[in-house]
């Protein structure tokens, strides 16, 4: 597949040619500098041809952290079919972009030199200048206002050896942002695997993205020193016993009185990243003692219904032994008395197989659904065990329980009473259920219903079964399991 690497210094507009691109917001963008450091990939179909860009962080050399940025942009450049390097054009060239477009022109792939806000003719005319570069290809475009976008698609294309096949939409005229078609989303090698989609979350500084360079086995995701180098969520896929696995790399979080700048977008985004996620890999710092953050961020998990792995990383200079750092964590994430605990070294690749099966055995736990009548049985022995309360000496029962969804698996419970069923049993009936069966790594969703809420009418939405399926597990009138 072609690659089309998008270059420049910071804050030149590369993060917005990206999403406009791929007709989606998945960079950051802001005016302040050096908000991109990772790569952001996509694949895209452009205009009925399919391509992969990269949005590489701003090429500078103003600190350490950006020096790394520098380093993976130009090595990126390296991999591509074609470079688009960005300049400002309300700003007169300078001497640095100069020396780093002659540089990638050495690379030796085509590269366009695309001088960006060139908002009005006017503005044009004062861009000329750049033509003291020599490119042998020169662009002039507002990615804000959609102003020569299209022509500059089209001459991709031209140049990667693509024919337009749709001459419709390779007119003089820029298209509107809507008429591009993104089928990113359907674009897949192998599309029959089922995909995995896993958020790596923690506070700053704990290794989350050493740890996705571990687990895909490449330095995709920049490592520095510098607290909150990650700023935009990097993603990337591996194949893994037959499952596709999609790791994305959040941003480290602070405290909220310590959220600044383009970190509150980061926040943002990993809240996001989190509602399209299977599970979750809570980062944990074995190197320090676990503070309070790292409970509040572990709540993440769990607010969007998340299967979750405790990841101890830093295992090689832990702070304390084995023994009483788990006793710690047990007694601090007493919520989380579920979750697996995985112990490892990003940075000596300790216990990444062991990781990567335990994330397929958690994503089958939060995708299992339990037989109608095991379900059933499982109930009526809790019940037995230990009765219902009465509310206010009226006798509350459970009629029969149903499973109506998976990812994670989500029960209702049929009851006279359900408004009536107290939160400390409905703890006791999922305990229970989690000695029953295999839920490690996953919640369980336990909801009263009454009679009437359960009839078909009342089909979840949301649910994975058919509607005839959910009505042959749900159609149990008379069915008593304190008979």
Not at 132 to 145: E, M, N, P, Q, T
Request: aromatic share 8%; glycine share 4%.
């Amino acid at each position: 597949m072609k690659k089309i690497a998008i270059l420049g210094k910071p804050n030149v507009g590369k993060s917005s040619l990206f999403n406009r691109l791929a007709k989606s917001r998945i960079a950051i963008t802001s005016d302040i500098s050096g908000t991109t450091r990772d790569i952001n990939k996509k694949v895209i179909d452009l205009l009925g041809h399919k391509v992969e860009i990269l949005d590489t962080g701003g090429i500078d050399e103003s600190n350490e952290l950006f020096l790394h940025v520098k380093q993976k942009a130009l090595l990126i450049a390296t991999k591509a079919d074609i470079i688009l390097y960005l300049v400002d054009g309300k700003c007169t060239p300078d001497d640095e972009d100069r020396k780093l477009f002659y540089q990638l022109q050495k690379i030796g792939v085509p590269c366009f030199l695309v001088v960006n806000k060139i908002d009005n003719d006017k503005e044009k005319q004062i861009a000329y200048e750049f033509e003291s570069f020599g490119a042998k290809a020169c662009f002039y475009i507002s990615v804000s206002h959609n102003r020569g976008v299209n022509f500059l698609i089209t001459q991709i294309l031209n140049t990667l050896g693509f024919e337009n096949i749709n001459q419709n939409m390779a007119s003089s005229k820029d298209l509107g942002f809507e008429e591009w078609i993104d089928l990113s989303n359907q674009i897949d090698n192998q599309p029959n695997l089922p995909e995995i989609s896993i958020g790596i979350i923690g506070r700053v500084n704990v290794g989350k993205s050493s740890i996705l360079n571990a687990l895909i086995g490449e330095d995709r995701s920049i490592v520095s020193n510098i607290a909150g180098t990650t700023i935009d969520p990097v993603d990337e896929s591996i194949i893994y016993q037959n499952h596709r696995l999609t790791f994305i790399d959040t941003a480290g979080l602070r405290r909220a009185s310590k959220i600044k700048g383009i970190e509150k977008y980061a926040l943002d985004r990993t809240n996001k990243i989190l509602q399209k996620s299977n599970l979750a890999l809570l980062v944990l710092d074995a190197s320090t003692n676990f503070v309070e953050l790292d409970e509040r961020i572990s709540s993440l998990a769990s607010k969007h219904h998340l299967g979750i792995i405790i990841v101890l990383n830093k295992w090689d200079i832990r702070i304390k032994e084995y023994k009483e750092i788990i006793a710690e964590l047990k007694y601090k994430f007493k919520f989380l008395e579920f979750a697996p605990i995985i112990t490892l070294s990003a940075l000596n690749k300790r216990h990444i197989k062991e990781l990567k099966e335990k994330i397929l055995q958690v994503y089958n736990n939060f995708s299992y659904r339990i037989p109608t009548s095991q379900l059933n049985t499982a109930i009526m022995e809790a019940t037995k065990r230990h009765p219902l309360p009465s509310d206010h000496g009226k006798l509350v029962r459970i009629y029969y329980a149903t499973q109506y969804d998976t990812c994670p698996p989500q029960i209702s419970l049929i009851m006279n009473r359900p408004k009536s069923l107290h939160f400390s049993y409905k703890r006791y009936l999922v305990n229970f259920l989690r000695q029953k069966f295999e839920f490690e790594g996953t919640p369980l969703i336990l909801i009263p219903k009454d009679k009437k809420s359960s009839k078909l009418e009342e089909y979840p939405k949301n649910t994975s079964a058919t509607k005839q399926e959910y009505h042959d597990t749900t159609n149990h009138e008379g069915y008593n399991l304190e008979d």
